[in-house]
């Protein structure tokens, strides 16, 4: 990247942490620019509709970053989307460490939530694979979303992945010599079972792979899953760690950045405006974990349970620094996340 660019990409993450916004003239308002505030959006602007700005390269540095902090473990990553912008969708993979998600690689088009093609899904899939250690152990989790029988059909040709993906009830399955929807699967409220040797939807016939059938309390009907998975208590308990996902989105909206609010409309440039935001996000985390690991925590919040989450004390650390002119961490290494203790009972 241009030192012109990258300069100008330290002005909008500065921005956006300051502002705790996207949108650019509120982004501009918070940071200290030897021009006009005009010329700022300008700026802004212009990097955005940068057609040479490769994310994929720049933002490999701060994937390193996280992937040493993992190397020593099995790396569990969640695909997820999300509504950005205008009539815009991101199709996120994250990985996930300790309460939250960090994100990996992402796609912006076009569309409706719950409505990506297999084609996009397959190309951040590709995407994802060539970003990873070919000797790492991976675990996949994805929601209804991502069961399509061409992508399980991947992850069973292409990869040795672990995975984990809900399906819709109205999916045929082959089961004993007898195909039938999942929904006609017989079983009572609350009854919960794990089909085995499944071919996996009648047009793709997949498989070997394994359902599992769940009655999450909170919702009071049946979920199922398609799984290589050969132990149904793993798979379920690994699908749970799904959700860390769900709360990188809303930090990176309602609770910290805002990025729903954009009014930028076309998806290149969503996925710049993103490729900042997650790098805000990162830096972010990363200084909730310094404030726990190696600063005064104790001075900030009390230290006999943990109500916020590492996004959170990273932003409250960020603040405590600013206010006190304490200068601001190195970004990284991140400590492994079985290093120090942190479990949040209450967002």
Not at 271 to 279: D, E, G, M, S
Request: hydrophobic content about 45%; aromatic content about 12%; glycine content about 6%.
């Amino acid at each position: 990247m241009l030192e012109a660019n990258r300069i100008s990409l330290a002005y909008l993450i500065t921005g956006i942490l300051a502002s705790k916004a996207v949108q650019l003239r509120q982004v501009a308002s918070k940071v200290v620019y030897p021009g006009k505030e005009t010329s700022l959006v300008e700026r802004f602007r212009r990097f955005l509709q940068n057609e040479n700005i490769v994310v994929k390269t720049e933002f490999n540095p701060f994937w390193e970053l996280i992937l040493s902090a993992l190397s020593q473990s099995q790396l569990v990553l969640a695909i997820d989307s999300t509504k950005v912008g205008g009539g815009c969708i991101c199709l996120m993979v994250s990985v996930v460490y300790k309460s939250r998600a960090l994100p990996v690689c992402w796609v912006v088009f076009k569309g409706r939530k719950g409505h990506s093609s297999t084609d996009i899904q397959l190309a951040l899939m590709k995407t994802l694979k060539s970003l990873l250690p070919a000797e790492q152990a991976i675990i996949l989790l994805g929601d209804g979303e991502f069961d399509g029988s061409e992508l399980v059909t991947w992850f069973e040709q292409q990869t040795t992945w672990r995975y984990v993906c809900r399906t819709a009830n109205r999916l045929l399955i082959e089961h004993q010599n007898d195909w039938r929807p999942l929904a006609e699967i017989e079983l009572a409220p609350e009854e919960e079972t794990f089909l085995t040797d499944t071919l996996f939807t009648q047009t793709g016939q997949v498989g070997p792979v394994n359902i599992l059938v769940v009655w999450p309390n909170k919702v009071k009907e049946h979920w199922f899953f398609v799984t290589n998975f050969t132990d149904p208590d793993q798979a379920r308990n690994w699908y749970r760690k799904r959700f860390s996902i769900e709360t990188l989105f809303s930090d990176v909206k309602g609770r910290g950045f805002n990025l729903d609010k954009t009014r930028i409309w076309k998806p290149e440039r969503l996925y710049r405006l993103i490729f900042a935001v997650a790098i805000a996000y990162i830096f972010t985390v990363f200084l909730g974990v310094d404030l726990i690991v190696r600063g005064p925590f104790e001075k900030l919040f009390r230290t006999d349970r943990f109500y916020h989450s590492l996004f959170q004390l990273g932003l409250s650390h960020l603040n405590h620094l600013l206010k006190t002119c304490l200068p601001i961490p190195d970004l990284g290494p991140l400590p492994p996340p079985d290093s120090f203790e942190h479990v949040v009972l209450a967002c």
